[in-house]
Each structure stands twice: as C-alpha cells, then as structure tokens.
C-alpha cells in the first residue's frame, strides 16, 4: 500500500472518483486477460469415478466392520481376528500373544510394567490429516490391538467426517480404561501427543495422560539400529521380521485419500489405508516380541548374532542391568569376531575397575597388551592403575614410553600420553628428592 493509501485511510479522506474509475478498468482488463485464456485451453470433461451396478457400495461392504452410536453420535469401527496358527513375517500369532512383561519393562525402563500381564498391553496407531501436527491436524483412524490368549485383536476407529471425532475419542476412551500400558511406535513425539491435543479440543479427558507407555523407537534404535540403514517399522518389518507388503500405501498419500474420501465418499480409496493401520498394529506386537527375546540374553541362541548381543550389553548397561550385561560379555570376550572381542574386553575391564577387581581388571588389560602392543585403552588403563593404585611411577613410565613408540596414534593420543609423560616423570623427580 502506498503512502498516500495509507494517509487516506487514517484521514478518511475520500478517493476521487477518477481513480476509482481508472482500477475499475484495470480489474475489467484483467478479467477479460484471463477469459481469453481460459478460452484456449482444450475441453476435458471431469474424471469421475466408476459407478457401482444397482447401490453405491458402502463401507462395510469393503471393509470388516460396522457403524457404531455413543452418547456423542456415530462412527465406523473396522475389527478383525488374527489366530494364534496364523503368521505375520517368521512370527506365528501364538508367539506374539506371549510378551515377556519383565522384558518388556526393561524396554520401556519402567520396572512397573513387570506386575502386569502382556494382555493388558494396547497397542496404538494413527492416521492422520497431517504430519506436522498442531490443532488443525485431524486423527480420523486410530489403529488399535490386544492380545486375546493366543489370538490379536485388531479395531480400527473411524470418523468418517469431522463431526464423528468426538464420538470416536469417547469410543477409544472406553477401551483404554480396560487396559494398563500403551505400546507404540514413535507415540511418544507423535501419537499420543496429537491424540491429547484432539480430546482438549473435544472437552473430552485425556485417558492416556499419565498412561504407562511402552514406545518401541528407542529400544529399536538402540538393540538393531548398527545393522540397519533407518529404524522405519517399515524397515523393521522387512528385515527384522520378515514381513514384505504388498502394493502397500504410502504413508505420505494417506492425508489426501482421506480428502478424497470426504468429498466422494467412496470406500474405495479407504481400503488401503485401513489395511496399512490394521499391519502397522500387528508388526508393533511382533517387534515387542522380537526386542524383548533379544534382551534375555542367551549367547547360545544361534539366531542373535554377536553384534546385535553386543548391542544388547549397551543397551543393558544402559538401563543400570549390571549383572545380565556381564554375563555376556564374558561371552563375547572369546567371540571370533576380533573387533567384538575386543570391544567386550574393554566394557568387561571397566566393570571390573568400577566393582574394585582390580586383578580381573589387570589380567584383562595385561591380555590385550599382549595380543596387541599398540592398544591404547589397555596402555593408559594400566598405566593408570600403576600411579593411582600402585604408586609404581616407573611403571607408569615404562608403559606409557612403550606406547608412545606406536605410529597407530592421534596427535591428541600423542598429545594426552605425553603430558602424562611428563607428570609422572616430574613425580618421580620429586619423589626421589624427599
């Protein structure tokens, strides 16, 4: 807006009528600029979709389910039952439905979680209008599971427009409340949080605010993420469970089937997102199987490689699980892969310095010494020992001279082993002076 714009409207002052006649002309000029245009183009007639024989198809003719009424009005829920012979990937049902819960408590690292049973768990996922979240983000479908014996039970909530949400949220509320924690992936950042901003809008109570809360992300990342290239459920699936999709949905087009869905209603363009949510369900049961098997820590078990038995020692570490991760790391200490023997010995000698078994400690450092001359942790471990617990400075000396030589070291190794150097040189000096 121009200057004088601006000082006419604080003034009230008039526009004269030959400038109001001068942008009426350009705004006609424009019109018929873009009418001309328009006139160009070719005619295509609007794509619509094919029409059913006799009625339009309904919802529940494609998808497994039924339409619902509470106190706060209608909404669609899809169901469906998984037995325990059947198979998801190299998992059978019956195998999912037997959640280790103390495992499943180290995973969540809430040790509560070890009183309930693993038919208490509720598994969650949604589909969303949006990924960015905030107010305006709608969750229309709201994926959720439970173990049923050796059977999984699937529903699916679905507001069909907007004014079925609140109905939808009373609905997930009353499952909730029949059970005692939450699995999810990535609900945490995501799902829980959207889910909570969308009962305040509803004036609803949150049921899964202070709700324990297993989020299989983090322990994922932790236990197989130095073996995978992303920690994607999707990525998971594939290669840690077996599972392979076919002609799945990506999640990215799932907000506009969803708009589409709102101005053709038709069923078609829901079956497939239904179908991704209902697999998204069931591969979180499989995964919290899967994790929790990894944590009992069973070096005899031909299926878990030493890398991922190392990466259970971490995570185990970690989570404050001394004893555990010391058994296998006594293990690996003889495993065939040098760099994960090498690895353990490292994490076994500090346990053994920070529990006061110094000759265990020793025999470790003096082990890898001796299979390597140039091993720096072993040097300056014992090198340590020697001036703090020994008092033997020419010791100290005499190793860190020895390591010095190696041409495998940084210049901040070098620089760190020299001042060291030099301090025990110069204690020695004034030791012998006393």
């Not at 004088?4 to 350009?26: S, V």
Request: glycine content about 6%; charged content about 30%.
């Amino acid at each position: 807006m121009s200057t004088i714009k601006r000082l006419r409207r604080i003034t009230g002052e008039q526009i004269p009528e030959k400038e109001k006649q001068a942008r009426a002309d350009q705004i006609n000029e424009l019109r018929r600029r873009i009418e001309t245009v328009m006139s160009r183009r070719p005619h295509t007639a609007t794509a619509h979709p094919p029409a059913h024989q006799g009625r339009a198809a309904e919802l529940s003719d494609l998808v497994q389910g039924e339409e619902l009424e509470n106190t706060y009005g209608r909404f669609f829920v899809a169901h469906s039952l998984h037995s325990g012979s059947s198979y998801h990937g190299r998992r059978c049902i019956s195998e999912i439905s037997a959640l280790d819960m103390n495992a499943a408590a180290l995973l969540a690292n809430r040790p509560d979680l070890s009183r309930f049973h693993c038919g208490d768990a509720l598994f969650l996922d949604t589909e969303t209008t949006g990924l960015s979240g905030g107010t305006g983000t709608l969750v229309f479908l709201i994926g959720i599971g439970w173990f049923d014996n050796e059977r999984f039970v699937t529903k699916q909530i679905f507001a069909r427009d907007f004014s079925e949400e609140r109905a939808s949220l009373k609905f997930l509320t009353d499952i909730v409340r029949e059970k005692r924690f939450l699995v999810t992936f990535n609900g945490k950042v995501f799902d829980v949080g959207l889910l909570t901003t969308r009962f305040i809008l509803n004036r609803l109570p949150d049921p899964l605010s202070g709700f324990p809360h297993l989020d299989l992300l983090y322990p994922s990342r932790r236990l197989l993420g130095h073996r995978l290239d992303n920690s994607r459920l999707s990525t998971l699936e594939r290669e840690v469970l077996e599972f392979h999709r076919e002609d799945d949905l990506p999640a990215s087009e799932i907000p506009m089937r969803y708009f589409n869905w709102l101005r053709k209603r038709d069923p078609r363009l829901m079956v497939d997102v239904f179908e991704h949510n209902r697999l998204d369900v069931i591969s979180m049961a499989a995964l919290a199987v899967h994790l929790a098997e990894m944590t009992k820590c069973d070096p005899e078990n031909e299926q878990t490689g030493h890398h991922d038995l190392l990466a259970v020692t971490r995570f185990l570490l970690n989570r404050g699980y001394y004893t555990d991760a010391k058994k296998l790391l006594d293990s690996l200490i003889s495993s065939e892969h040098p760099m994960i023997a090498l690895e353990a010995r490292k994490k076994l000698s500090l346990m053994h310095k920070r529990d006061g078994r110094w000759n265990e400690a020793i025999r470790i450092w003096e082990t890898m010494l001796e299979n390597d001359p140039e091993n720096v942790f072993a040097a300056e471990e014992l090198a340590k020992w020697f001036e703090h617990r020994a008092h033997d400075f020419h010791g100290a000396i005499n190793i860190v001279s020895g390591i010095l030589k190696s041409s495998r070291l940084s210049i901040l190794e070098r620089d760190a082993l020299t001042h060291r150097l030099c301090r025990l040189r110069n204690r020695t000096e004034y030791t012998n002076t006393e």
